[in-house]
């Protein structure tokens, strides 16, 4: 048996070139979504799990299979956030007056699948999100499972 200790299945680390590899693509996000008048924003990597039973749907895959979801103190069901758009929502529905709201973040999540080739159980996305806006010439665009290729010797 290893004393080493691995990362758990469907994770991995991300250091020397892959993480400036990563930096930089963050990096180009953001300068890319200012200049299209997106405000960078954080939202929570834990999240009530009734989040998504409303804006993913209670029977879809994410969250019947593949949500990590726990009972906290007092009872209260929360998730790690198995994607962005939902924690956008959450942000808007509460501080949205009117007007266009223009979105952008990242940032790790987690989904509860069999790791495979090119899937993992932490990834990280990028998400623009344009509320407010009726246009057809508006492109919102999301990124999802943004993996940083991994050199293997």
Same mark, same amino acid.
């Given at each position: ?28 996000? /953001?300068?890319?979504?200012? =200049?299209?008048?997106? +405000?960078?924003? &954080?939202? $929570? ?7 998504? !039973? ?13 949500? /990590?979801?726990?009972?906290? =103190?007092?009872?209260? +069901?929360?998730? &790690?956030? $198995? ?7 959450? !942000? ?62």
């Amino acid at each position: 048996m290893s004393k080493n200790i691995l990362p758990v299945k469907g994770t991995h680390d991300i250091f020397g070139s892959e993480i400036d590899k990563f930096n930089y693509i963050i990096e180009k996000f /953001y300068q890319i979504s200012l =200049k299209f008048n997106f +405000k960078p924003i &954080l939202t $929570p990597v834990i999240e009530h799990q009734e989040l998504f !039973f409303r804006s993913v749907g209670e029977f879809t895959d994410i969250v019947s299979k593949e949500m /990590y979801s726990f009972v906290d =103190k007092g009872d209260t +069901k929360i998730c &790690l956030r $198995p994607e962005a758009t939902s924690g956008l929502a959450r !942000f808007a529905a509460s501080n949205y007056q009117s007007g266009q709201l223009k979105l952008s973040t990242h940032g790790p999540m987690f989904r509860r699948e069999r790791p495979q080739k090119g899937r993992y159980r932490q990834f990280h996305q990028i998400n623009i999100e344009n509320i407010g806006d009726k246009s057809i010439l508006v492109v919102n665009m999301t990124c999802d499972n943004m993996v940083i290729k991994r050199n293997r010797s």
